[in-house]
C-alpha cells in the first residue's frame, strides 16, 4: 500500500493506491523442470491483451528446463532480460515507485530464452526472443500490426572481488523491429554494476533508447546513482539520483530520493518492511513528456510491503 503526497492544481493531495497485489506460485517438477505463475490482482482482466502478452493480470506464466548451469531453457511470458533494476523482483526494490528508466526497458512479453549461469567462476548470459512487448512504456507501438518480434542479449558478472561481498555487473542490448509502415526499429542499450562492501550498497545503472516507440529522433537516456548504508539490521537509509534526457524536446529532469527502509525482520528485509521516502525534483520540468510517474513535483511516499 503506498501514500503519495502530490501536488494538484497548486495544492498538496494526498493519495491511497496499490502497487501490486500479487500472488505467486513456483514449482519444481523434476531435477530439471520447473515453473513460475503470478498475477496481479491490481491489474484488470482484458479480453484483448496488449500486443504480444498475456492478459494483464498475468505477470508471469513461464516453464523452465535446465540442461546445466551454463544452458536454461524459458518458455512463456516473463521479464526480458534488460534492465538491473526492472529485472530485481518488486519486493527487493530500494525506493517505491519505478524511476524514469521504466519507459525504456522492454518489459515483459511471451517468448523463449537460453541462460547460462557460473561460467568461469561468474560469467552470465541471457539470449531471448519475444513477441513484441505492448506493456513496455516505449516498445509499444499500437494497433494488431505492430512490432513483428524482439530480441535481447545479456552478459553478466556475479561474483565478489576485490574485498567486496558483492559485486554485480552487465551489459544488454535490445532491438524490437516494426512492421508497420513509417516506424522505425527500438533499440536500446543498458550497462550496470552493483557493489555490496559490508553495511554499503552501490549502484548505478545507464539506459539509453532510440526510436522509441517507433518514432525517428524519439531518443532518451537516464542514469541513476544510488547508495544505501545499513545502520541498523532492521534500518537502512537510502540516496539515490536520477537524471533523464529527452532529445525530442532537449530537456533534461532529475528526481532525488532520501529516504529509509525499516525492516520488520532483520533476517528476511523483503519479507515486510516499511519505506518511506521523500523525492525533490529538479531540472527543465516544463516540457518533458519521457517519464513513467510524477517527476515534475516534489513529493513523499510512505509504502508498506509484505511478502510471503
Known amino acids: 500500500m503506498t501514500l503519495q503526497d502530490f501536488k494538484s492544481d497548486g495544492e498538496d493531495t494526498p493519495a491511497f493506491g496499490a502497487g501490486g497485489i500479487r500472488i505467486g506460485f513456483k514449482g519444481q517438477h523434476t531435477k530439471e523442470i520447473a515453473s513460475k505463475l503470478?498475477?496481479?490482482?491490481?491489474?484488470?482482466?482484458?479480453?484483448?491483451?496488449?500486443e504480444g502478452t498475456l492478459p494483464e493480470i498475468i505477470k508471469d506464466m513461464v516453464i523452465y528446463y535446465k540442461?546445466?548451469?551454463?544452458?536454461?531453457?524459458?518458455?512463456?511470458?516473463?521479464?526480458?532480460?534488460?534492465?538491473?533494476?526492472?529485472?530485481?523482483?518488486?519486493?527487493?526494490?530500494d525506493i517505491p515507485v519505478s524511476g524514469p528508466e521504466?519507459?525504456?526497458?522492454?518489459?515483459?512479453?511471451?517468448?523463449?530464452?537460453l541462460s547460462g549461469q557460473k561460467i568461469a567462476g561468474g560469467f552470465g548470459y541471457d539470449l531471448g526472443v519475444f513477441n513484441p512487448s505492448g506493456r513496455g512504456i516505449g516498445t509499444k507501438n499500437g494497433g494488431k500490426k505492430g512490432m513483428d518480434q524482439m530480441w535481447v542479449a545479456r552478459l553478466s558478472f556475479d561474483r565478489p572481488i576485490l574485498g567486496m561481498d558483492q559485486f554485480h555487473a552487465?551489459?544488454?542490448?535490445g532491438s524490437s523491429s516494426s512492421s508497420v509502415a513509417?516506424?522505425?526499429?527500438?533499440?536500446?542499450?543498458?550497462?550496470a554494476i552493483k557493489a555490496v562492501i559490508a553495511a554499503l550498497t552501490l549502484k548505478f545503472e545507464y539506459l539509453a533508447a532510440s526510436d522509441l516507440n517507433g518514432t525517428k529522433g524519439v531518443d532518451e537516456q537516464v542514469w541513476y546513482a544510488h547508495m544505501a548504508y545499513l545502520v541498523h539490521p532492521m534500518l537502512e537509509g537510502v540516496v539515490?539520483?536520477?537524471?533523464?534526457?529527452?532529445?525530442?524536446?532537449?530537456?533534461?529532469?532529475?528526481?532525488?530520493?532520501?529516504?529509509?527502509?525499516?525492516?520488520?525482520?532483520?533476517?528476511?528485509?523483503?519479507?515486510?518492511?516499511?519505506m518511506v521516502h521523500y523525492m525533490v525534483a529538479g531540472g527543465d520540468k516544463s516540457n518533458y513528456a519521457g517519464t513513467a510517474f510524477n517527476t515534475k513535483d516534489d513529493g513523499a511516499y510512505v509504502q508498506f510491503q509484505i511478502a510471503f
Do not use: W
Open 182 to 191: 513509417g516506424k522505425e526499429d527500438i533499440t536500446a542499450v543498458d550497462a
Open 240 to 274: 539515490r539520483h536520477y537524471q533523464s534526457t529527452e532529445d525530442t524536446t532537449h530537456t533534461e529532469l532529475g528526481s532525488t530520493f532520501i529516504g529509509v527502509n525499516l525492516f520488520f525482520d532483520p533476517e528476511c528485509h523483503h519479507c515486510a518492511r516499511l
Open 102 to 113: 521504466k519507459r525504456l526497458v522492454f518489459e515483459r512479453a511471451l517468448g523463449a530464452m
Open 170 to 173: 552487465e551489459t544488454s542490448y
Open 67 to 93: 540442461f546445466r548451469d551454463e544452458a536454461t531453457v524459458a518458455m512463456g511470458q516473463f521479464k526480458s532480460p534488460f534492465g538491473m533494476d526492472f529485472n530485481a523482483a518488486g519486493t527487493k526494490l
Open 38 to 50: 503470478q498475477v496481479d490482482f491490481n491489474r484488470e482482466h482484458q479480453k484483448d491483451p496488449k
